[in-house]
């Protein structure tokens, strides 16, 4: 049954990948225009593209997701959004739905890909982990796409959950970046990308509704980093928790 089962998990894989390859090139020629588009308004042209192209790639591989708490996003004011990061399927979840234009931190390696590093360069604010240098650069660059008036979406375990816990320990630099650029955090939760795509497994999907939970903004001010990264990982680890006994 196992065997018959990561067998039908390749296959769903292989047609997961041929459809977001054929999707990718059909957005990536209006994604390049949006360079040309001043800020904020191309970011969140791109974010528009992006979610069209994401609603019906998620929908082809029977994972269409469900949002839940866009209202705690208030009309002119930007966040630090900080979600969980458990599999590379939270990646193309988060810019698209989060509700306005935002970036993401994300790995500067995976801009070398072909194509599809366009695309991924337009929504990202990137980093190379192994450098201080370049640790130092984004984030000024996290304080400047702030300043801009767009989010800044950062996953702050830092790399994929393999754990069975509902989340890892959280690094301090999203914590840091609200406080320095004075801006409240959305905690972010994103269910069930696990099960889509296994970070144990290197080549198999499945399909499975996914969701993704905003919850009440935090405020960053009169508070250290460090009380804050433990009152926003709190408030993240009570609510997967209580969401899971709900759905149990």
């Not at 790639?57 to 900080?82: M, Q």
């Not at 995976?110 to 640790?135: C, E, H, M, Q």
């Not at 497994?201 to 460090?226: C, D, G, Q, W």
Request: proline share 6%; with cysteine; aromatic share 10%.
């Amino acid at each position: 049954m196992k065997i018959i089962k990561n067998i039908l998990g390749a296959f769903w894989a292989l047609w997961g990948l041929i459809t977001f390859c054929v999707t990718l090139l059909i957005i990536v020629i209006p994604v390049l225009i949006t360079f040309l588009i001043k800020e904020p308004m191309g970011t969140e042209a791109y974010r528009q593209i992006t979610k069209i192209w994401m609603s019906v790639w998620l929908t082809v591989v029977g994972s269409p997701l469900k949002v839940v708490g866009r209202g705690n996003f208030k009309k002119g004011k930007n966040y630090v959004v900080v979600s969980n990061h458990n599999s590379l399927m939270d990646v193309p979840v988060t810019t698209p739905y989060v509700p306005g234009a935002n970036k993401t931190i994300g790995k500067k390696s995976f801009s070398k890909a072909p194509v599809f590093g366009w695309v991924y360069i337009r929504g990202t604010v990137l980093v190379d982990r192994n450098s201080d240098a370049s640790r130092r650069k984004s984030f000024e660059n996290m304080k400047k796409v702030l300043a801009q008036g767009l989010h800044m979406v950062i996953y702050p375990e830092g790399t994929r959950n393999r754990t069975a816990d509902p989340l890892k320990s959280f690094h301090d630099g999203a914590f840091k970046l609200a406080i320095a650029a004075e801006k409240e955090i959305i905690p972010t939760l994103i269910f069930h990308t696990k099960t889509v795509l296994p970070p144990e497994k290197n080549f198999y999907m499945r399909p499975h509704r996914l969701e993704m939970h905003f919850l009440p903004a935090v405020s960053s001010e009169n508070i250290t980093s460090r009380e804050l990264r433990e009152k926003v990982f709190k408030l993240m680890w009570d609510y997967y928790l209580e969401k899971n006994r709900s759905a149990g």
